[in-house]
């Protein structure tokens, strides 16, 4: 069978048959424009990639340059400190605020003091401080830390707009220990005496008149170094009944704590 093609002229008028591409050429423009699609798909991955790397590099500058808080990096803890006014007759108890942060540039232990006066005392003095120093070097033994990644930072809350001296130094020895592992510190439990950078916890004056504070601010047990049940103004145990109120003699920050503290949750 022979296969007849008639060709016809077309008609006046009648709209010219559209022109076909033919097979070879469509399939030629197909491949051209995957060829640029592909092309075009490689210079994004490609600029995609290049953004990635510098947003990495840009995250690892930054962490360096400031250091990222874990969860679980920063440490806090509140303490009661019994003081004495400066006229030495009446007592008061005010708070420390304390608070660890790691930061692994540091060469510390670096103490910074918040002495910012918002609506309460924060000012203290330069032989309070010292004492912060000897509760710092006492606290990181107790824990077996060397400390030089540590910066802690003291803050005193009192309605006084100064504090002074170095009675309070065993109960903010106490607070960083229980800081660090989580501890808490009991609230009717008060602290005084002097600590040393080996955690001995030597005597301070005006025991009685602290006692007292302690009392009228419904503390239960007050904690005073070694020695001081009697005191030239007489024997404690006698205060204690009258203010219904416990004392017990402590010789070092591990006797303090024992006390002091509760295990965390």
Partial sequence: MVLQ??????????????????????SHASLEELTAVITMANRSATRNTLCLVLLLSAALLCSQAFPLWAADSRRLATVPALGVLAGGQIGTVHYVVLQIDKDPRQAGPTVQFNEMN???????????KEGV???????????????????????????????EGMSASSA?????????????????????GNIMPNGQIESVDAISIKIEAAARAQFKTVLVPHGQL???DGDLS???????IRIVEVGTLQEAYQLMTTPGR
């Fill in 5 to 26: 093609i008639e060709s016809r002229a077309p008609r006046i008028g009648a709209n010219p048959p559209a022109h076909r591409p033919s097979a070879q050429r469509t």
């Fill in 118 to 128: 918002l609506g309460g005392g924060s000012i203290v003095s330069e032989n309070w």
């Fill in 133 to 163: 120093k000897q509760a710092v070097a006492a606290a990181t033994r107790a824990v077996g830390e060397d400390g030089r990644e540590w910066v802690i930072t003291i803050k005193n809350r009192s309605y006084h707009a100064l504090t």
């Fill in 172 to 192: 903010i020895a106490v607070g960083i220990v229980a800081a660090w592992p989580g501890d808490d510190v009991k609230s009717d439990v008060a602290l005084t």
């Fill in 230 to 232: 009697d005191t030239v």
């Fill in 238 to 244: 006698q205060l204690a009944t009258r203010w219904n």
